[in-house]
């Protein structure tokens, strides 16, 4: 109580945002660095493999988009089926701004974050103007996602259509080799991390814990609603969509089931219900446990998606809230008998 | 005796609204249940009545317990209930609202040209859509929807309010004429001198408890009722 | 122009009784079952095997309407158990999520086990002429049966004791509880009826092209579509718009491309769901 009072008020209180963010800082980097120590050490067993490095940057790929959903929906409730959505238009966005149009790379992902972001943060506002509930939300960004689907495969001119687009921007560069693209997408999720931690320490993330809890008495507390989850959508998206640019530059190659509903949305959404909606470290959890267990099901093929479906209905029956939150809640309960 | 609750508690989220109340109605008998607002009337007719689980308690209808029946069993052994907030389906018509009452059955003529005798008003509206109506006509077709089961016991929860005088006296005539014919009657009421000058029998619930019971008559001349109810100072 | 209307129409009536299906689980139940285009393909399977096993067309197509029924039973018993102790959006989401993980459970087995199987029903015998334009016997016959089958769903709600009272359940659960209807039992009559219309549909729409077994997303994308632009938990308003967005649908289809058109019935489900949420003709908001 007392925290969540200080945090609110830190600014006067303590005198600035900056000595609250140099402290949560510190207190932050330490598990941050300690994942990103043991991750950057994968390639040491890994690395030879070509294949295996490829599912690697796959996994790290997945936790950004899985920190920039939790980020969306963990935060402040809103519902987005469009994961995969906004970070195709990272990564198409990117591709055609780098190749067809000819922007140097760093600026076409930058760009396309960009677009990606705003994009969400559009959707987002739609649904706080027109009061949407969860589902309707969920709804609307569900028709999203399915509409920019059938885009890229409708304009096959711009977007090469059904059989993808290879990418020539960055061909010979490094993202295109066995081992750099891994710690690309390793900086990256550290960065997302990083980010998200702060800002749930910051009066931004009070906000948002407020919101998502009781939408009514935040208000009434005198949290903005409305502004808070576009910021949130903002952010989230641009996670989604700088994941899905620098993936599709290290990948080469993308086509719309890179990014479709049933191949992100649907994954992002187990891996993050696994590790635990709205923890910090829920998605690494997920994204790194859901990587490996579709590997090791890859010879199943088709039957893979019978094994996601039994996983979305024990997760949703069982664990509702995820393995971490319920281990906490264990850890809880045999610290105080 | 035809309702017999004893001990009866009940309430929303682990917290009783309403506790340990006795009470009983008799074959033939119009029974009152007063109170002021939030003393937990709704709170027991839904107990009762099948449509909130009590916490303890019992309660029989006829001999046979059905304390944590639910209510669409309850209102098939004789018993109909219309509540506060009447429950109407608004967009069929008054027929068909009517006819429903008699689910599982077929609504038969005789009952309904009884409902149709006591409220003309609904004879007149027979296709109008029921959400459409005027608070008082909806009131009636509660009350009409609630009879062609053919109920032995008819409860009411508040079935005045909002009504102008003109239309509460209305309902309380037809409730007059029902029990000529041998209707068993519970209301709870707010305003009570309707109830009393109606009801053999009361009750007054107050936090949650019985508090004062008799027959009406007694009631009317108690000073605490008189002061808090029929506000003779 | 006419024949695109034509076809639209065929379409359409298609698309509004399969939305029928799905809107009355929702306007009844407040469950919303995204494993119903799944429903749809297994009844098509169960015909499809029941010919292959020399069965003749009628009576195996009255075992994939019969299997239709099973389906939707099994959902009420099992899938749908600990979905009904919720209420409302709680409900809603808990059922979205559940019954997607059931659609992928089927849609992988089925697609693994039998991934180049589909139901095609023949109907032989030359075009027939409507209005100037040559359409396909199967197509005549499919809206045949679906004009039939809808009048027959309008006369069960309208003229039936038991239509009605499923009808109550939907206007007002509590006022239908109070009259002694149990909305448990209605809600397991509905969703035999959606699985039937599921079935229904899936049989007919083979008499017009392949229902192959991977269909059961796409399936649902358009049930789902109809449904909020017909209004969740109206039929009327799932027949109405599935006719108009079937017509839509056939009209863009042969000016854009197939993708693009679908993008159009998108549209439309998004701007009902922006501007009049409760669509055509809903009932809940």
Not at chain 1, 232 to 258: D, K, V
Not at chain 1, 283 to 298: C, K, M, N, S
Not at chain 3, 104 to 112: K, P
Not at chain 3, 133 to 153: D, K
Request: aromatic share 6%; with cysteine.
């Amino acid at each position: 109580m007392t925290e969540r009072f200080t945090e609110a008020t830190g600014t006067a209180l303590i005198g600035g945002t900056e000595e609250r963010a140099s402290r949560s800082l510190r207190a932050l980097s330490l598990p941050v660095a300690l994942i990103g120590a043991v991750l950057a050490l994968a390639p040491l067993w890994l690395g030879d493999s070509r294949v295996q490095m490829g599912v690697a940057v796959i996994g790290l790929t997945f936790a950004c988009y899985a920190i920039g959903f939790n980020l969306i929906f963990g935060s402040t409730g809103q519902l987005f089926l469009c994961v995969g959505a906004l970070a195709g238009l990272g990564g198409y966005g990117g591709a055609i701004l780098a190749d067809t149009v000819g922007l140097p790379i760093i600026v076409s992902i930058v760009v396309a974050t960009l677009v990606a972001s705003l994009v969400g943060g559009l959707l987002s506002w739609i649904a706080v103007r027109r009061s949407l509930g969860v589902i309707f939300t969920g709804i609307i960004t569900l028709i999203f996602a399915l509409a920019f689907e059938n885009l890229l495969l409708g304009l096959g001119g711009v977007s090469g259509g059904e059989s993808g687009f290879p990418i020539s921007s960055g061909a010979d560069s490094f993202l295109r080799r066995q081992i750099p693209p891994y710690y690309v997408m390793l900086g990256l999720m550290l960065v997302f991390l990083l980010a998200h931690g702060l800002l749930r320490r910051s009066h931004v993330g009070w906000a948002f814990r407020a919101l998502r809890d009781d939408e009514v008495a935040a208000e009434l507390a005198g949290v903005d609603v409305a502004r808070y989850r576009v910021y949130a959508a903002l952010i989230g998206a641009a996670m989604l969509g700088m994941a899905g640019a620098t993936y599709a530059f290290t990948e080469g190659r993308i086509s719309p089931t890179t990014f479709g509903f049933a191949q992100v949305d649907v994954v992002v959404l187990v891996m993050l219900a696994f590790g635990g909606i709205g923890t910090l470290f829920g998605p690494i959890l997920g994204a790194i446990t859901f990587t490996a267990l579709d590997e090791v099901l890859i010879e199943l093929g088709q039957l893979r998606v019978l094994v996601y479906g039994i996983l979305v209905i024990v997760l949703f029956l069982w664990i509702p809230r995820g393995v971490i939150p319920t281990l906490q809640g264990l850890l809880r309960r045999r610290r105080a008998s | 005796m035809m309702l017999e609750v004893s001990g009866l508690a009940a309430g929303y989220q682990g917290a009783d609204v309403i506790r340990d109340v006795d009470f009983h109605v008799d074959s033939g008998e119009a029974v009152m249940i007063i109170g002021s607002n939030g003393a937990g009337k709704t709170t027991l007719f839904r107990s009762v009545l099948g449509l909130l689980a009590p916490s303890s308690g019992a309660v029989r209808f006829e001999g046979s317990d059905i304390v944590g029946m639910p209510a669409q069993r309850i209102a098939r052994l004789g018993v109909s209930f219309v509540p506060a907030e009447r429950h109407l389906f608004p967009r069929m018509t008054v027929q068909e609202n009517l006819a429903l009452g008699a689910y599982p059955d077929r609504p038969d003529t005789e009952t309904m040209t009884l409902v149709m005798d006591l409220f003309p008003r609904l004879a007149e509206r027979r296709r109008q859509h029921a959400g459409t109506m005027s608070g008082g006509e909806q009131q009636m077709l509660a009350m009409g929807r609630a009879l062609m089961a053919k109920p032995r016991l008819l409860v009411l929860d508040e079935p005045t309010t909002g009504l102008a005088p003109k239309l509460a006296a209305e309902a309380y005539q037809a409730l007059r004429v029902l029990r000529g014919r041998g209707l068993t009657v519970l209301v709870a009421e707010q305003q009570v001198p309707l109830a009393m000058a109606f009801s053999d029998r009361g009750y007054v619930l107050e936090n949650g408890m019985i508090e004062l019971e008799g027959t009406s008559e007694a009631l009317s001349m108690n000073p605490e009722v008189r002061r808090s109810y029929l506000g003779v100072t | 122009m006419i024949a695109s209307v034509l076809d639209g129409i065929v379409l359409g009536l298609q698309f509004g009784l399969l939305a029928a299906g799905l809107t009355l689980v929702y306007g009844l139940g407040g469950v919303l079952n995204l494993a119903y285009g799944q429903m749809a393909v297994i009844s098509a399977m169960a015909t499809l095997f029941a010919i292959n096993a020399e069965v003749p067309i009628l009576p195996a197509v009255g075992i994939g309407l019969a299997v239709g029924v099973v389906l939707g039973l099994i959902f009420d018993q099992t899938i749908l158990r600990p979905i009904y102790r919720l209420q409302g959006e709680a409900r809603v989401l808990l059922s979205l999520l559940l019954t997607l993980g059931v659609a992928f459970i089927v849609d992988g087995y089925l697609t693994w086990r039998y991934p180049t199987e589909g139901l095609t029903l023949r109907i032989g015998g030359g075009p027939i002429e409507i209005l100037g334009v040559p359409m396909r016997r199967g197509s005549i016959v499919a809206s045949a049966i679906t004009l039939v089958a809808l009048g027959a769903l309008f006369a069960f709600f309208r003229g039936t004791t038991l239509g009605r009272a499923v009808r109550s359940v939907i206007e007002d659960e509590e006022g239908a509880r109070l009259v002694g209807i149990d909305p448990q039992r209605m809600l397991r009559i509905i969703l035999a009826l959606s699985g039937l219309l599921a079935a229904l549909v899936a049989v007919t729409q083979s008499m017009v092209r392949p229902v192959t077994v991977s269909a059961g997303f796409g399936i649902t994308v358009f049930a789902l579509i109809v449904t909020v632009v017909g209004g969740l938990g109206s039929v009327t308003g799932a027949m109405l718009a599935g006719i108009i967005l079937g017509i839509v649908s056939s009209i863009a289809a042969s000016s854009i491309g197939t993708f693009l058109s679908l993008i159009i019935l998108l549209g439309a489900a998004a701007v009902t769901i922006l501007i009049r949420p409760s669509g055509l003709l809903g009932v809940r908001e």
